[in-house]
């Protein structure tokens, strides 16, 4: 089994970063990992990904030259670097991991099979 907890979240003002950090635990032979956010009222959706061997990521839109996602595989940690911070970002944010036989990040959240608990993002105006 695969544990996954999520850290770093908190309430910020607009312009402001946040790093979210997700440990991995229990049996982490994952071949992937994200980052997904899911605010009120709306379905999650993926934000980025990180393949764990090959360190190839993946992005929405939305976040692109904002945010930057990174792995430490030998302290089995994935962050998510977060800059520019926008009330939209707004969002309870999950850690993902996968153990499927991925090319690229899923962005799909039914491809994930381990899930952290989340932790809240709130950006301020």
């Known amino acids: 089994q695969v544990q996954l907890e999520e850290s770093g979240g908190g309430l910020v003002e607009a312009g402001d970063s946040l790093r979210l950090s997700c440990i991995v635990s229990?049996?982490?032979?994952?071949?992937?990992a994200g980052w997904f956010r899911q605010a009120p009222g709306k379905e999650r959706e993926f934000v980025a990904g990180?393949?764990?061997?090959?360190?190839?990521?993946r992005y929405t839109d939305s976040v692109k030259g904002r945010f930057t996602i990174s792995r430490d595989n030998a302290k089995n940690t994935v962050y998510l670097q977060m800059n520019s911070l926008k009330p939209e970002d707004t969002a309870v944010y999950y850690c993902?991991?996968?153990?499927?036989?991925?090319?690229?990040?899923?962005?799909?959240?039914?491809?994930?099979?381990?899930w952290g608990q989340g932790t809240q993002v709130t950006v301020s105006s």
């Open positions: 993902a991991a996968s153990n499927r036989n991925n090319i690229v990040p899923p962005v799909t959240p039914r491809l994930y099979d381990y």
């Open positions: 229990g049996r982490t032979f994952t071949t992937a």
């Open positions: 990180i393949m764990r061997s090959s360190g190839s990521t």
